[in-house]
């Protein structure tokens, strides 16, 4: 895929000023690479390769990336067009964390995909957090608009940067839930499955979140949306022969008081990832396939505590 001159022929078309153009190329990188969800459990030295992972604007073949490399990406798309970008490094050890910093007509903008998730709240089409200025500037959020609207009659309104684009219809459907559970006299045990069943149905219908990170926050999203995540405990997993930790899936428990667990997975299927409920013979089966570097004894703690509590 050639980023470079996707960018440059529409840019050029697009009449946008610099401060337009700052925004679209920071939307565009959010929305085309995802970040790597191995840089945080993975051996120090894949972490190593993933960190300075380097990409070729001209062909783009690799769209799973941390920090340091969306930082270099954005200041090289910013070179293109004479916009004044440099990497900034946070204090810390080996891997630092990096954003960037534009300097653009008095203002000082601060550019980071991944801190705050806007790698994966822009595909959600839901505002951005870490495109901001470092001065305070009161007609910035003004100017951000502005741009924002030009961008969305640019392409076709293919793009909605201002909510979810499935907020309304996901507050809608947590009302008619609620109500339904008011009109019925059901239970809060009942609400709360009804609840849960809602997220693994939006799960299932997404097809355009295939990497793991992206689909990851949707999953807490819809838990915190829902008001449900304090009985879920989500788990990542890596297949235990997998060398390059690839083979990504998450298990989630859901240990509602007084109730027997309930076990989920969400893995991928073709190219997209589906939620099913599991039982806990399948749960041990797949910790015999799968594990966690970072939290795998605390998990398979839960898992034996929870056998005891069924037997």
């Known amino acids: 895929m050639n980023v470079k001159n996707d960018i440059i022929v529409f840019l050029e078309k697009s009449g946008f000023d610099d401060f337009t153009k700052i925004r679209y190329i920071y939307l565009y990188v959010c929305d085309l690479f995802s970040y790597d969800i191995r840089f945080s459990?993975?051996?120090?030295?894949?972490?190593?390769?993933?960190?300075?992972?380097?990409?070729?604007?001209?062909?783009?073949?690799?769209?799973?990336?941390?920090?340091?490399?969306?930082?270099?990406?954005?200041?090289?798309?910013?070179?293109?067009?004479?916009?004044?970008?440099?990497?900034?490094?946070?204090?810390?050890?080996?891997?630092?964390?990096?954003?960037?910093?534009?300097?653009?007509?008095?203002?000082?903008?601060?550019?980071?995909?991944?801190?705050?998730?806007?790698?994966?709240?822009?595909?959600?089409?839901?505002?951005t957090l870490d495109f901001q200025t470092m001065i305070d500037d009161p007609i910035f959020s003004d100017q951000l608009a502005e741009a924002d609207q030009e961008i969305l009659a640019k392409t076709n309104n293919n793009v909605d940067l201002t909510v979810f684009y499935d907020s309304e219809h996901i507050s809608k459907l947590i009302d008619v839930i609620n109500e339904s559970a008011r009109k019925r006299d059901i239970s809060a045990v009942d609400l709360f499955f009804d609840k849960i069943y809602a997220v693994q149905c939006l799960i299932n219908t997404r097809s355009d979140l295939t990497r793991y990170d992206d689909i990851d926050y949707y999953l807490s999203y819809l838990l915190k949306k829902f008001n449900v995540g304090n009985y879920v405990k989500p788990m990542i997993l890596f297949k235990n022969i997998d060398q390059e930790y690839t083979d990504i899936i998450n298990i989630v428990v859901i240990d509602y008081p007084f109730l027997a667990p309930i076990f989920y997975v969400v893995k991928k299927v073709n190219e997209n990832y589906k939620m099913r409920q599991i039982n806990l013979d399948k749960v041990r089966e797949i910790m015999n396939e799968y594990s966690n570097c970072a939290y795998d004894y605390f998990f398979k703690q839960l898992i034996d505590n929870v056998s005891k509590r069924i037997r």
Not at 52 to 71: G, H, P, W
Not at 98 to 117: E, F, I, N, S
């Open 41 to 127: 459990y993975a051996r120090d030295d894949i972490k190593q390769s993933i960190y300075e992972r380097k990409i070729d604007l001209e062909n783009v073949q690799q769209f799973e990336i941390v920090c340091y490399t969306y930082a270099r990406v954005l200041v090289d798309l910013l070179s293109l067009f004479n916009i004044h970008a440099e990497i900034v490094l946070e204090d810390g050890s080996l891997f630092r964390h990096a954003y960037v910093m534009v300097y653009h007509q008095g203002k000082v903008l601060k550019l980071d995909p991944t801190k705050k998730h806007d790698t994966t709240r822009v595909k959600l089409h839901s505002p």
